[in-house]
């Protein structure tokens, strides 16, 4: 009998994972011909790389995100241009809201700066802030702190600190990259920016295009669970599907909305 090491059974396993993106505890039972307690062990090692990610009953291949385009180099679409006017369509006149970064985000700026209807905005993204600027109607507040030239946006402790002062009816939140298990994003900086917004704020919107469905970026902002509304351009399918689904989280999509 040819016994097969843990390190070749990871490499197998691995190769099963990059095929066919989910594998099971009794899946690798069958194939080793070993108990649960070992493919657990292996499951334990396995996941220390991170691409691969533990799930209940065995593990799954992360689809990492693609890295973010600089804020200026990201084109502008119709489809962003429509989510934002999804967008603008949920929120009442006289809402409060914290306003995140974003391309599609700016699109929402460029409508909300004009029309006549008064919102109270806090943000720290600053192309979002000088397009608003130029319509009285708005209440506006802009944070301060270290400045990413990546997203244009301000960050940081102070930032934190700043939007700390402020209770929110809405956060409304681009989308780096959403799965079952939440929004994430790709710096620590913008997740706690994005955290603290969530707190400061009764309701969480997050807008966004499909192709950031079943991703995942390193720092986690905040479970599934805690979104309130998700706006997309198209139903999520899968894992993710099923989890708005089973928490009953209401999505509304450019041709309908999905209670």
Do not use: W
């Not at 991170?50 to 990201?74: C, M, T």
């Not at 402790?157 to 809405?170: D, V």
Request: charged content about 20%.
């Amino acid at each position: 009998m040819i016994t097969v090491t843990q390190e070749e059974r990871l490499d197998v396993i691995a190769g099963l994972l990059e095929q066919q993106q989910r594998i099971t505890l009794d899946e690798i039972c069958q194939h080793f011909g070993i108990s649960r307690d070992s493919a657990r062990r292996d499951l334990i090692r396995l996941t220390e790389q991170s691409r691969f990610q533990r799930i209940r009953g065995g593990a799954r291949l992360l689809e990492p995100a693609v890295e973010p385009l600089p804020f200026l180099q990201r084109p502008r679409n119709e489809i962003k241009t429509a989510l934002a006017q999804r967008t603008l369509e949920v929120l009442q006149p006289g809402t409060s809201l914290y306003l995140d970064s974003g391309s599609t985000l700016l699109e929402l700026a460029r409508l909300l700066a004009a029309q006549s209807r008064p919102f109270s905005l806090v943000s720290a993204a600053l192309d979002a802030l000088q397009v608003l600027s130029q319509n009285p109607a708005l209440s506006l507040h802009g944070l301060g702190g270290e400045f990413d030239p990546l997203q244009r946006m301000m960050l940081g402790a102070e930032t934190e600190r700043q939007l700390g002062q402020f209770r929110l009816q809405h956060a409304v939140m681009g989308i780096c990259a959403l799965n079952e298990y939440g929004l994430s994003a790709p710096t620590a900086a913008e997740a706690a920016l994005k955290r603290r917004a969530i707190i400061q704020s009764e309701h969480l919107i997050a807008v966004g295009g499909s192709d950031k469905f079943d991703q995942q970026q390193l720092h986690q902002v905040c479970d599934l669970a805690r979104l309130d509304l998700l706006i997309c351009d198209a139903l999520p399918a899968g894992p993710l599907h099923q989890a708005l689904t089973d928490l009953e989280i209401p999505i509304v999509i450019l041709e309908a909305s999905v209670d």
